[in-house]
Structures are given as C-alpha cells and as structure tokens.
C-alpha cells in the first residue's frame, strides 16, 4: 500500500451547478449544497454516493476542533479512515492547537474509491492543504492491519508511531434507511457494522461518526473498563445531523465487543 499523488477527476465527479443536472433521488441534497460545502460555488467536487454520507463543513470544522482536545495531546498524528470527499479529512488539517499552531503533525487520509478520493484531493487544495495530508487508496482495515501487525510494508509517508496516533472513522451507514428508526440498531448497519468497527480499532483512542438516533446501550458497551465513552450531538440550523462518539484505547485485558 503506498501514497498516491494527485488523482484525475474522472466522468464520475461532478460539480453541478444547475437543478437540471442532478438526478431525482440526489436533489434534495444538492438543494443543500451550502450547508454541506459553504464555498460550493468555488468548484467542489462530489461524486453521487458521496452526497449521502459527506460531513457538513460545518459540523466536520467542529468536530476537528473537540476530537483536538478531547483526544490527549499525546496524540500528534490522526487518521480518516473513510475520506471520502474529504470533509473531515480537510477540517484536520486546518485543526488548530492552543498555542495556533497545527494541531496535527501529520493527517492520513484513506478512501476505497478512486474516484472519491479525487475528489477529496481536488477539494482539500481548494481549501489549501492538499498537500498537509498523506492520501491512501485503498481498504482501511487492510491498512489499519498492516500499520498494527506489519508496518514494514508500507511506505515510510504511511507509517505511524501508534502510540501518537488516534483514529476517525465516518464510516457508510447503509444508506439512508436509517432516518426511519426511532433508534437505530448499530448491529445493522452496513456495509461495516459497529461490533467490525470496534474490534478493528479498539486499541487506539478513536472517535466514530454514527446516525443521530444511534442506540447509545450498544455505544455504552464499548467503553473500556474504568473509562467513560464521550457522545455529542452535532446540528446544523438546529437540527442534529449525527452523533460522534469519542472512544478511548481498550487494555489488553479488555474483552472483545461480541458481535
């Protein structure tokens, strides 16, 4: 698995710029284009599936900042294990520390999808810092497995010292099915549900974007012995958008979440 340059935008990202252009079952989220990217207009890209699951501007800018002190300062280097277009991604690396200068040492960002991940790229340098974060093509759990067990496969711009590093997932829910449920059953969720989640991160300090209507019993279990699992609503023009649970490192000892 290595670092990859900058992508080409390709037939499947868009920057639509009238109502016309956008498919049925995407317009409504198109219709809300500034609330999702304030400077839209400035040339972002998306892809379709991208505008199901892509973090608000303003909710990824807020989050960057509580995941900066929530987290120990400890932690100097962070990874997005599901980039994206790159809204969380960006917020990162443009997170500030106390004293002004970059929270951050160094920001991974990884993405499955080729496509996507250009559009990520193509975003982050409108916003100036394309070049502050390491890109990843590839499948987050095979990378995650490697930094974990053999780091020495992967090129030197991937590696982390673990014992710096913390981890953000916004992983897909499966669609938007998900508004429907009063309380949404976390063991459901797809592609990855929430027990596939834990177990791959559970050793480091992490923090996982979840449904707004997320079963908190199923949240609560996940705290490690001793420790108090963080969980904030966060809302855009009153309305909550999603939860974001804030998951210290797991001991040794602790037992596995079952599945």
Request: proline share 5%.
């Amino acid at each position: 698995m290595k670092q990859v340059s900058k992508l080409p935008l390709t037939s499947e990202c868009h920057h639509w710029t009238r109502l016309g252009e956008v498919p049925w079952d995407l317009q409504k989220y198109w219709q809300q284009r500034y609330t999702i990217f304030p400077y839209y207009n400035e040339g972002i890209y998306m892809t379709e599936a991208a505008w199901y699951g892509v973090t608000p501007e303003p909710v990824a800018n807020q989050i960057a900042r509580e995941l900066g002190s929530i987290i120990s300062s400890s932690k100097t280097i962070i990874i997005d294990l599901f980039a994206g277009v790159g809204a969380n991604a960006i917020s990162l690396a443009l997170a500030k520390a106390e004293d002004d200068s970059p929270r951050w040492e160094k920001v991974i960002a990884v993405e499955l999808d080729a496509a996507t991940l250009a559009c990520a790229q193509h975003n982050a340098s409108l916003h100036g810092v394309a070049d502050d974060i390491v890109w990843v093509l590839g499948d987050s759990f095979k990378y995650l497995e490697t930094l974990l067990k053999s780091p020495n496969e992967l090129d030197d711009a991937l590696k982390a010292d673990v014992a710096s590093t913390a981890l953000f997932a916004s992983p897909p829910w499966g669609g938007p099915g998900y508004r429907t449920d009063e309380i949404f059953d976390l063991t459901t969720m797809e592609p990855y549900n929430l027990a596939k989640l834990h177990e791959a991160y559970r050793t480091m300090d992490h923090a996982l974007y979840l449904p707004r209507t997320s079963d908190l019993r199923q949240i609560a279990k996940l705290a490690p012995n001793g420790s108090k699992i963080e969980v904030v609503q966060y809302c855009v023009e009153g309305a909550s958008k999603a939860m974001v649970t804030y998951i210290p490192a797991a001991e040794a000892e602790d037992t596995h979440m079952e599945t």
